[in-house]
């Protein structure tokens, strides 16, 4: 780790630009629900209309967007109880809904105070309930960490509505072009610019521990490999070899980053050693090998190469031995992710339709499309495995969509003007 | 598209060759404007690459270009005006209708041994972008072995793609991709 510190010392504040770009915030559109998602209903809370933010309102976006819940609508409520005890069950079982969630909210000298509790109308009991203490400019962030609580008490699954995404902004043409990357929360709210450029920035990674971002840059008029600290602005150039420098993806533990580079003639797969600056080689032949992805074991790594002639992935462990080939369906699969839990594979597959998101299981098997869009790109998985957030095309805009991993719900994340591109959603943060 | 390198540059030379021995064939639609502005024996582009049957051996006379010499020296002090060309999707073939434009360039970069060139590489915006990276790569890396077969110095050249970033022409359909897919030389 010295090198590392002593790396870092010679970090600068780049593109801090004294101009902010103006509002970079994404909105959500629900584009498809599930048939199957769940009844419930989020009374608006008691003490909130005085509050900045309607708590009760994020936690019920969040929860529809995440497909697995279907909100009950708030001119639907006849009765607004704010604790356990006032909860009429009958009232909300005639309703339909199958859990409720009530709460309340207050000012401290410091912040807010919310207090929250989750029932199951069906079973007559009170599940969850907890009080949540907030400085003033964090409610956003109570309201995501109730929606984590709620989610995971249901359905077994952790919440991951307090993750964030990084994404690149685009807008111009040819010559004329200004590039952003931005890290915003999971629902598109509280952007923030990372870094500004009248170069081509691509591919933010992030690092596991949520605290870096790995992208490339085309600052120098080539591209460059950079790491940077989110929060303070520090970055190191990672590599700038002569030719690509691109699609990087760090290991599960943080001290290597797989990349693309074709400083020997051809993209090839290497790993960099963050610590001392060296490159090993993974492929060796004369085809294109790019868009590595880390298993989350640590042990193999996904690529797209077109060895065969079309694109396809290929999985390589890293314990040795030749890359095995995992896709077969159609000519052009590309861009693969691996599910949290390592089973699955998202990718990109060109079926008839078009440029689509789609599923298979990381040992073979059938290839499903999940996506109903056609111009579809950089899929990236939640850290808990249930949504899948990409690329796309709205009109002549680039847009960020997400589609649940069955592919049973999907949502929008269109930006005011320009386009957006290039997501990576955040692992864990707390 | 997947050649091993060494067929890879065999196909480039062939092309070239086809290039250059398949004048009179077929004939795009602008074929025989140009080419012979400078009165060397370089080629009068026509159609033809890629179907292999040419044998010409006239051209590749690369020390030849003396012939020409007066009036070439002229126009060849000068950054050729016409500075992109443009590929077939999934392609890195340059199209025989921009050979001039190549030999143009070819002629200036070996006249100013001095003047150096950036190759962008640059593809429409279908498929992943860091795919299309190495695609760009591969269009502009194919404009290079040309030129260096042409007897450019590699030190004049280099190569830099951008995928998809960059795109000339907004918009979906082919009108907008066929100006994408391109290689610019930037002096």
């Known amino acids: ?430 | 598209m997947q050649l091993k390198p060494l067929a890879r540059s065999l196909a480039v030379a062939l092309s070239i060759v086809v290039i250059a021995g398949c004048s009179s064939t077929g004939g795009t639609q602008d074929g025989d404007s140009y080419g012979s502005q400078d009165g060397s024996s370089m080629g009068t582009s026509t159609s033809g690459v890629g179907t292999g049957t040419g044998t010409g051996g006239q051209y590749g006379s690369t020390s030849g270009s003396g012939a020409g010499a007066g009036a070439g020296q002229q126009a060849d002090s000068r950054i050729p005006e016409v500075r992109t060309i443009y590929f077939d999707f999934d392609s890195d073939t340059i199209k025989s209708e921009y050979e001039s434009v190549v030999m143009a360039h070819t002629r200036y970069l070996r006249a100013n041994p001095g003047a150096r060139v950036v190759l962008h590489g640059h593809t429409d915006e279908r498929g992943t972008r860091e795919y299309n990276m190495a695609l760009g790569e591969r269009r502009a890396g194919a404009v290079q072995r040309f030129l260096n077969i042409q007897g450019v110095s590699p030190s004049q050249m280099s190569v830099v793609s951008y995928g998809e970033e960059r795109p000339a022409a907004s918009g979906q359909g082919e009108t907008a991709y066929s100006q994408n897919r391109r290689v610019v030389f930037n002096y």
């Not at chain 1, 000012?107 to 003033?136: H, K, P």
């Not at chain 1, 009109?395 to 269109?414: I, K, M, T, Y």
């Open chain 1, 1 to 430: 780790m010295q090198t590392m510190s002593k790396v870092w010392l010679f970090c600068v504040l780049l593109f801090i630009s004294s101009y902010a770009i103006a509002n970079a915030n994404l909105t959500i559109e629900i584009t498809r629900g599930s048939d199957q998602a769940l009844p419930i209903g989020i009374v608006p809370f008691s003490g909130g209309d005085n509050m900045p933010e309607d708590v009760a309102q994020i936690i019920q976006d969040n929860l529809e967007r995440s497909g697995f819940f279907a909100p009950l609508e708030r001119n639907s409520m006849f009765d607004k109880p704010s604790q356990a005890d006032e909860v009429e069950f009958g009232t909300w079982r005639s309703l339909d809904v199958r859990y409720l969630v009530v709460g309340s909210a207050q000012q401290t000298n410091s912040g807010y105070q919310i207090q929250f509790e989750l029932m199951d109308i069906s079973g007559q009991r009170r599940m969850i309930g907890e009080t949540v203490t907030v400085s003033a400019n964090d409610l956003r962030g109570a309201a995501h960490y109730i929606s984590d609580q709620i989610f995971e008490e249901i359905t077994d699954i952790r919440g991951a509505f307090s993750t964030q995404i990084a994404y690149v902004t685009a807008q111009g043409l040819g010559d004329n072009m200004q590039f952003g990357l931005y890290v915003a929360d999971a629902d598109g709210r509280n952007s923030q610019q990372v870094l500004t450029s009248d170069q081509p920035i691509m591919s933010p990674a992030w690092s596991p521990d949520g605290r870096k971002l790995a992208y490339v840059s085309f600052e120098t008029e080539r591209p460059a490999i950079y790491i940077q600290d989110v929060s303070t602005g520090q970055r190191i150039q990672a590599t700038s070899f002569e030719g690509i420098n691109g699609a990087p993806t760090w290991s599960p533990d943080g001290r290597r980053i797989a990349m693309s580079l074709s400083k020997d003639g051809q993209p090839e797969i290497y790993i960099l050693d963050i610590n001392n600056r060296s490159v090993e080689r993974i492929t060796q032949n004369s085809s294109i090998d790019t868009e590595p992805a880390w298993a989350p074991d640590g042990r193999t790594l996904l690529f797209t190469s077109d060895r065969s002639g079309g694109p396809q992935i290929y999985e390589y462990s890293l314990g040795g031995g030749e890359a095995k080939r995992v896709t077969f369906t159609g000519n052009y699969n590309a861009r693969a992710r691996y599910s949290p839990d390592g089973e699955q594979i998202f990718l990109i597959h060109r079926s008839s339709r078009g440029y689509q998101v789609a599923r298979q299981d990381r040992d073979g098997g059938r290839l499903v499309v999940i996506s109903e869009t056609t111009r579809d790109e950089s899929p990236s998985v939640a850290p808990n495995g249930t949504m899948v957030i990409f690329a796309t095309q709205q009109g002549s805009n680039g847009v960020l969509s997400a589609v649940s991993a069955d592919g049973r719900s999907s949502f929008r994340l269109p930006a005011a003007q320009g386009d957006v591109r290039d997501p990576a959603w955040s692992p864990f943060l707390n």
